[in-house]
């Protein structure tokens, strides 16, 4: 039985954003999935941690998996047949105001969870975990620390999905107004999307940015965008 603190990635999109009142929804988990560990998480796992933790404010909602980065308060948190929904109010400080604009611009679209393993059994589907101890739930920005170690989320995606996103990263920095630190995270995602395309052979294909004119916000930070841009191209 695993007694150590594990993270899981979980592809469920945010359903719903109410931007005015400041609450998000959606899933952290979904049941009856073999995933690329080899487990399959079953409807009850969550049960104890729902009843004991949640109501006293113990499972945190974070931004990828960093405990200095919480986003909000889970108001709501149950199990239907689907997975473990919640529903958060986020916080006003600016990270999570640069969240709802992320959700909003649909760049947020995974969750994963910080747990401990309790109860698991090895059977011919897989190995089926059955109860938990949840810590935290957390959204993806869909990049990690290191820009060259894409998250395994990028390698699954076709080259057409990677210049879409691609295309939206620019749009999101052009128009937005989240903080430098923000912006700076995304570099580090497109960095791993360009990786990805250069892997795939496809990078000739890649658009190029429009230039850079003065008067646009974050014009510096837009401006390293452009460069991080050419330098993959010219890799």
């Not at 931007?19 to 049941?31: D, L, M, T």
């Not at 200095?68 to 529903?87: A, N, Q, T, V």
């Not at 630190?181 to 294909?205: F, M, P, R, V, W």
């Not at 991080?228 to 010219?234: D, Y």
């Amino acid at each position: 039985m695993r007694s150590i603190y594990t993270t899981k990635f979980i592809s469920s999109e945010i359903k719903d954003i109410d931007a005015k009142q400041g609450v998000v929804a959606g899933y952290f988990a979904n049941f009856n999935t073999l995933d690329s560990d080899g487990d399959i998480i079953r409807k009850g796992a969550f049960n104890q941690s729902i009843q004991e933790w949640f109501p006293k404010g113990r499972v945190k909602h974070l931004l990828n998996h960093d405990v200095s980065k919480p986003l909000g308060k889970i108001i709501d948190l149950f199990e239907d047949d689907y997975g473990l929904f919640y529903k958060s109010e986020i916080g006003k400080h600016q990270l999570g105001q640069d969240f709802i604009k992320m959700a909003e611009s649909g760049l947020v679209t995974e969750h994963s969870i910080g747990f401990r393993t309790l109860n698991e059994k090895q059977t011919e589907l897989g190995n089926e975990i059955t109860h938990v101890q949840l810590y935290e739930g957390s959204s993806l920005t869909g990049w990690g620390s290191n820009p060259n170690t894409p998250l395994v989320s990028i390698k699954s995606l076709s080259n057409e999905t990677i210049l879409e996103r691609l295309k939206s990263f620019e749009q999101f920095i052009r128009k937005t107004t989240v903080s430098d630190e923000t912006i700076e995270l995304c570099l580090i995602h497109i960095k791993q999307l360009y990786a990805q395309l250069n892997d795939s052979g496809e990078l000739a294909e890649a658009v190029n940015l429009p230039e850079v004119k003065a008067e646009i916000d974050n014009s510096n930070l837009i401006l390293e965008i452009n460069k991080t841009f050419k330098q993959w191209q010219t890799k």
